[in-house]
Nanobody, 127 residues
Framework: EVQLVESGGGLVQAGGSLRLSCAVS????????IGWFRQAPGKEREGVSC????????YYADSVKGRFTISNDNAKNTAYLHVNSLKPEDTAVYYC????????????????????WGQGTQVTVSS
């Protein structure tokens, strides 16, 4: 069974940082893409970033470009989202998603919604 487990969320003051982790287990393909989405209360789920496991190519939404960094540790089958310079409007549940069927590079991020999702981790930014 494929599982994605997020961790690393929490309460942080504006301007602070967190490192979110997404551990993938039970997936036998070597080349795949991990994406991060977030959903704030009353808002639609928003695609934030994605990374290709095969060549580390990345995508960032304009709202987080320059503040968030996505990375892979292939040996640990774990993807990370480093969230820096946090703002109150970054408050949301952050979800990772495994692109399925697997593609080698980041697709149009909205198309990842049909992938395999983790349970989410809450990020709360206080002003």
């Amino acid at each position: 069974e494929v599982q994605l487990v997020e961790s690393g969320g929490g309460l942080v003051q504006a301007g602070g940082s967190l490192r979110l982790s997404c551990a993938v287990s039970g997936f036998t393909f070597d080349d795949y893409v991990i994406g991060w989405f977030r959903q704030a209360p009353g808002k639609e789920r928003e695609g934030v970033s994605c990374i290709s496991r095969s060549d580390d190519s990345t995508y960032y939404a304009d709202s987080v470009k320059g503040r968030f960094t996505i990375s892979n540790d292939n040996a640990k089958n774990t993807a990370y989202l480093h969230v820096n310079s946090l703002k109150p409007e970054d408050t949301a549940v952050y979800y990772c998603v495994l692109d399925f069927p697997p593609r080698a590079r980041c697709p149009e991020i909205a198309t990842m919604r049909d992938g395999i999702w983790g349970q989410g981790t809450q990020v709360t930014v206080s002003s």
